[in-house]
């Protein structure tokens, strides 16, 4: 019998830790940890994202500050903005949602961002020094599967890991910490993306399975073996008309066929997500309390 990995249960327990943390700094006379949050334009999936960012925020009793612009916003106008927060002393983090619209430079954005600030640890100085094991913020989505895995004690220790994706918000950097000396970490990590070969003989040799491709269901039963973790970090968003919304959200592991198979394992919707926007809590607690820099 497989256990399910409750996100929504830990992401609760996190932002309980949190707000109890932000009771005691208020109770010391420090300052509430302050999130700006920029977002351009009208993008349903953006829109949505934000104001649970917003909400989080009031939940753990940070300030939050929503700065809205419309997407004619000129890359100039934008980076004037970073450069005001920035600045402002009373910000200790803040984010830009991606993605931004075409005539802006995201690379461009994410670098003028004070990696200090840098809360989404998008910027190559938090890249780097993750990579070399320093401090720094750890972007969210890896660092809430850290933190599954360290809540749930999963092994991680000489296992040989999978991660599934090699982009710069999840695969790279969760194949990074997966490797890193410390716990979680120490294992061995291969990372496959959509040129490698013997996909499925790879993942079979896996104990823990990181899948972030961004297609439905792909990992199939046939490819996980006896007593693995898997960890699905794909939301697809696929048409359902028995949803209001008129989709559902749909993970990269085929989870009926997979979970009998597995000794952990996460469900979408419920897993993996909950996690990120907690992540994001804690890197603005620690830069409001200055831990990192
Ligand atoms: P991405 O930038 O599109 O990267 C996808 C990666 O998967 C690429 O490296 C790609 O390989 C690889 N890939 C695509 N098809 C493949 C295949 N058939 N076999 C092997 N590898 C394949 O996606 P992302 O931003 O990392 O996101 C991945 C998924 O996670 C998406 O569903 C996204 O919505 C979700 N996500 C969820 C959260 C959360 O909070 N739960 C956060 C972030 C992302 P190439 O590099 O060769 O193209």
């Known amino acids: 019998m497989y256990t399910l990995i409750d996100g929504k249960a830990i992401a609760d327990q996190v932002k309980a830790e949190i707000a109890e943390e932000v009771k005691h700094m208020l109770a010391e006379g420090k300052k509430r940890p302050h999130l700006a949050v920029i977002i351009v334009g009208h993008d349903g999936g953006s829109e949505t994202y934000v104001a649970h960012k917003v909400k989080s925020c009031e939940q753990v009793g940070f300030t939050s500050t929503r700065l809205a612009f419309e997407d004619t916003i000129t890359e100039a106008e934008l980076l004037a903005e970073i450069d005001k927060l920035n600045a402002d002393p009373d910000v200790d983090g803040f984010i830009v949602q991606l993605p931004l619209p075409r005539h802006i430079s995201e690379q461009k954005v994410i670098e003028a961002i ?107 039963a046939d490819m996980v073996k006896e007593g693995a973790t898997v960890i699905d970090v794909g939301t697809t968003r696929v048409p359902d008309a028995s949803k209001k919304s008129g989709f559902r959200l749909c993970g990269d592991v085929k989870f009926a066929e997979v979970a009998p198979k597995c000794a952990y394992i996460t469900p979408v919707p419920g897993g993996v997500g909950p996690m990120t926007i907690v992540s994001l809590l804690k890197n603005t607690l620690l830069a409001a309390k200055g831990e990192i820099y």
């Open 114 to 220: 004070d990696y200090r600030k840098d809360v989404d640890g998008f910027h190559p100085i938090n890249v780097g020094r993750m990579a070399i094991g320093l401090p720094c913020y750890v972007s969210a989505t890896p660092s809430g599967i850290m933190e599954l895995l360290k809540r749930y004690h999963i092994e991680t220790s000489g296992k040989r890991c999978v991660v599934i994706g090699r982009s710069n918000i999840v695969g790279k950097p969760v194949a990074s910490l997966m490797m890193q000396k410390a716990y979680p970490g120490d294992a061995t990590v291969t990372v496959c993306h959509s040129r490698t070969k013997d996909l499925k003989d790879i993942c079979l040799q896996a104990d823990i399975i990181i899948a972030a491709l961004g297609k439905p269901e792909f990992l199939t």
